[in-house]
């Protein structure tokens, strides 16, 4: 079962996510802050993680002003290499150029559809577990 990471702090949004990825098979877990994010991500390995834009901090002066772009360059610079895509109602080129260039393989808006929600997601899982595939034949190959 593939796990997730949803980090949103819109509570009834997230939970209703949750839900809706639950019935489609994928074990997931909720953070609603920044910091709880981190605190997952530093803890547990997840297949994917789903990273709302306007995210709520604990610490910041400005407390929503895009702290997801800045989550994501956090959780790179951890060396987390699973997908991470931006899932956010924040419409806009510079939205989507913001948080592709903090390090989000992908930028989906929450008005898109679920079926298309669910392929992106299974598509960069999917690419995610072959890059680790052909890694691991690397390995064995030059030892």
């Known amino acids: 079962m593939n796990s997730i990471l949803l980090v949103d702090d819109e509570a009834t949004i997230c939970a209703e996510l949750k839900r809706t990825l639950e019935r489609f098979a994928y074990k997931v877990e909720m953070a ?4 709880s ?5 530093e ?3 997840f297949d994917a993680i789903l990273v709302e834009f306007n995210l709520k901090s604990e610490r910041a002066a400005h407390p929503r002003s895009g702290r997801g772009v800045q989550l994501i360059r956090q959780i790179r610079a951890l060396g987390v290499t ?6 956010t109602a924040m419409e806009g080129e510079p939205y989507e150029t913001a948080s592709l260039d903090a390090g989000a393989d992908d930028f989906i808006l929450k008005t898109d559809s679920i079926p298309s929600l669910l392929s992106q997601l ?3 899982m999917r690419g995610h577990e072959e890059r680790l595939s052909e890694k691991t034949k ?3 190959i030059s030892m």
Request: hydrophobic share 45%; charged share 25%; aromatic share 8%.
């Open 32 to 35: 609603h802050s920044f910091e």
């Open 37 to 41: 994010a981190l605190n997952f991500i």
């Open 43 to 45: 803890e547990v390995r």
């Open 82 to 87: 699973s997908p991470v895509l931006m899932l």
């Open 122 to 124: 299974r598509a960069h």
């Open 138 to 140: 690397t390995e064995r």
